[in-house]
């Protein structure tokens, strides 16, 4: 059973603060890893994809990458209210567009 | 403007009912998948198809779920019939094999069983 586990928060954080979010993952065979923002009533938003150990900037996101820990997070900086949403967590095994397991996302408030 | 559009947006049927669910992926996309969202158990995989053939519909009960996908234009979640505990928003996905493995979704299907 693959399974991917997050803290369902809420995690409040004040804006222009730095929002991180992790994200544990059982499946050693994973390969891929994506990060989705999804507002209340609306469908994931992809943010970011990560494919190899390491950080990944994309704009104020970065993506960060363990495997050996398996082990993945999310850093936001300068964090602005429109952040506010939940972070989904997702993991595919194998090379080919298999399907994400999610995680159950973690609320993120962003205190004005 | 790319993007997965679903059909409807909103549904709200009587227990026992037939639902049809219907997608089209994005254009040039060859991989289609179903997710049920519930607040209790999340974001669950129903199935999915590549190059309009099934791989894996080991998240849908069988006895009442159907997935099929009749063209590379269409992908449909039929339940008969339906119970109260379908209730959830019904999300397809599509992703392209050959240029990136990300999947992106569609507005989703509200569906309640009363």
Redesign the interface.
């Known amino acids: 059973q693959k399974e991917v586990e997050q803290n369902s928060g809420p995690l409040s954080v004040p804006e222009g603060a730095i929002a991180s979010l992790n994200c544990t993952y059982s499946d050693r065979g994973s390969q891929s890893f994506f990060w989705y923002r999804q507002y209340s009533g609306k469908s994931p938003e992809l943010i970011m994809s990560i494919y190899s150990n390491g950080d990944k900037e994309d704009g104020r996101f970065t993506a960060q990458l363990n495997k050996a820990s398996q082990y993945v997070s999310l850093l936001i900086r300068d964090s602005q209210p429109s952040d506010s949403a939940t972070y989904l967590c997702a993991v595919r095994s194998g090379g080919g567009a298999d399907g994400l397991t999610f995680g159950k996302g973690t609320h993120l408030i962003i205190q004005p | 403007d790319a993007r997965v559009t679903q059909t409807p947006r909103d549904k709200v049927t009587e227990m026992g009912q037939e639902v049809t669910m219907r997608c089209q992926p994005i254009l040039g996309h ?2 289609v ?1 179903w ?1 049920r969202q519930t607040m209790m ?3 669950e ?1 129903l199935a ?1 198809f ?1 190059n309009r053939a099934p ?2 519909d080991s ?1 849908m009960p069988k006895d009442r779920f159907s997935a099929e996908m009749p063209d590379a234009t269409l992908a449909t979640l039929k339940i008969q019939p339906s119970e109260p505990r379908d209730s959830a928003v019904y ?1 397809c996905a599509s ?3 050959t240029a ?9 299907t509200r569906l309640t069983v009363v």
Do not use: I, K, P, V
């Open positions: 060859n991989t998948f997710y158990q999340g974001l995989l999915y590549r791989l894996d998240g999300f992703a392209s094999l990136n493995t990300e999947a992106f979704f569609g507005q989703g």
